[in-house]
DNA sequence: GGAAAGCCATCGGCAAACGAGATAGGTGCG
DNA sequence: CGCACCTATCTCGTTTGCCGATGGCTTTCC
């Protein structure tokens, strides 16, 4: 059993037949049937029940199908690790909250780059479950998220702790005026953002209810449309003052048990940890560089 | 890079040398230095230095090791599992501590050999520390330890809560005097022993220092000369009345606080749960399922 | 200083493995 | 029944891998 074979058996398995591994894997049918062939009486058992329509995997084969995804993801991970001599290089790839971004990040975007020249950096955005998915699936080497997240493959560092507030047109005194009124919308980044979902209890525990949720793709459309009074939303309170200046929203600030939102950064547990990744990290936070450990 | 490549790669790296790596690997030196070269070349850097006593790993090389001892586990267990068909079999070592052993799996021993007999199932016990480094190390499959471990790579699980008491000889009425008397003399499994290290705390905070440890290899040995009046041990209350007769041992019950010692069972976090071990977890106590999961 | 031992690199011969193409056999569909 | 689609098997070059022998290098021990 090795890791080509391991390869061979996994094209078949996502493929549902031989022909069409071969084609994936740029080969010929019947070389893939002689190494699956090879790799059954290696393992002294079939792996696939042949049928007219292709094959599909028995019970054996599914038992071996994550082993064939994990070879491989550590094939290439020891690749990585080798061509990392500690000089951060190669491509890196990030994700991260907008607000985070918009926070935390972009302001050192611009000095990680020139500092590191060699470095291909990538920064997705995405909500706190689409990271989580896609650190596991390895898409994406770590994230900045909503905390906690606490599952077992992912080793989480709190890197930011923020306070959220309600941000409404600047001027307004009565908060709760503002909330009972009919027609209150509120405005969110994504619907599937987790600041929405606190948002959304908020509210219900103030008994707020009914609330029309606009969804609007980025912060900057979110901060004019709340200025211009068309409704409300919450975000991390730290925004206003850095990234935009005071007056443009008006501010009101929650209970601190309610506020407290707390950002880990997230990575997979048996991961390599590049060292543009730590590099990063320590660029963004001197504090932060425990989460690279 | 293939698997059979970081076999090679590994053996050379253990060895210090090409020459005796291809002894170790059942093949010629000649072949050894190919299949490295054409590795290094395929990595695009050299992964060892060469000079006339063999060959050292470069900063590479020492990157990729852990690696290829991954790999080699992951293949291993990928075959393991293929092999696995879900009715308990094959080869099964397990660890536990010596008082585990007898006070919880012993009496089990027999049963599960019964039911299971084609498992070869092999019981190492040791330290906590010890049986740690087994399953890290893979020789064990998990093991029944002292808790809490609190290790990122080891999944835990609690499945005991023991009491431990102090033992003395039989009629001893009190403790206290007997603990004051100037030749005291404690006896313990192991002097690595978890409960040696509580039992020093625990004297220490009553007063009595500069006990004289004697180790006894097994627990028949300890019961029998603490009831003789050699010493005093500590030991989970419940041997006695279960495998020991009343009477045998003078028993004498601490405060909750200091005599709770809970017993977890670990295991590596990826590795693959046999059949077997399900079984043997199922089998020690229906509770205790949960940590096969 | 010179012989010997230990080590790695390289080369030529040979066998096994691999990849490609062609063919046969089986199944479902119109 | 013919066609489309699938897998299994066979043959034939080519490549790869393994082996044994040889040579160059360094250290060690007369």
Redesign the pocket.
């Known amino acids: 059993m090795d890791a080509s074979d391991l390869k061979f058996f996994a094209a078949?398995a996502r493929t549902g037949?031989?022909?069409?591994a071969a084609d994936e894997l740029?080969?010929?049918?019947?070389?893939v049937?002689?190494?699956?062939?090879?790799l059954e009486e290696d393992l002294g058992q079939p792996l696939f029940d042949?049928?007219?329509?292709?094959?599909t995997l028995t019970a054996a084969g599914k038992r071996l199908l994550p082993y064939a995804a994990r070879i491989s993801d550590t094939l290439a991970e020891a690749r990585r690790a080798v061509d990392d001599d500690g000089r951060p290089q190669g491509p890196l790839v990030i994700g991260s909250l907008e607000t985070t971004t918009a926070l935390r990040l972009s302001p050192r975007l611009a000095e990680f780059a020139a500092l590191y020249p060699s470095v291909d950096l990538t920064l997705r955005t995405g909500t706190t479950r689409e990271l989580i998915e896609g650190v596991l699936a390895r898409r994406i080497e770590g994230a900045f998220v909503c905390g906690p997240v606490d599952h077992p493959e992912l080793a989480e560092t709190t890197v930011f702790n923020e306070r959220l507030c309600f941000m409404t047109a600047p001027g307004v005194r009565d908060l709760d005026a503002l909330l009972g009124s009919a027609d209150l919308k509120a405005i969110v980044l994504r619907l599937g953002c987790s600041y929405r979902q606190r948002m959304e209890e908020i509210l219900t525990r103030r008994g707020v209810v009914g609330v029309r949720f606009l969804e609007f793709g980025t912060l900057e459309a979110i901060v004019a449309c709340v200025g211009a009074g068309l409704g409300i939303t919450m975000l991390p309170k730290s925004l206003i003052g850095g990234v935009w200046p005071v007056g443009r929203v008006g501010v009101h600030d929650l209970p601190a048990a309610e506020a407290a939102v707390e950002t880990v950064f997230i990575r997979r547990r048996d991961a390599y940890v590049s060292s543009a990744l730590k590099a990063f990290l320590a660029g963004v936070d001197p504090a932060v560089r425990s989460a690279a450990e």
Chains 1, 2 share one sequence.
């Not at 740029?26 to 070389?31: D, P």
């Not at 042949?50 to 094959?55: A, E, L, P």
């Open positions: 078949v037949g031989m022909a069409r740029n080969t010929v049918q019947s070389n049937t002689t190494r699956i062939r090879r042949r049928h007219s329509r292709g094959v």
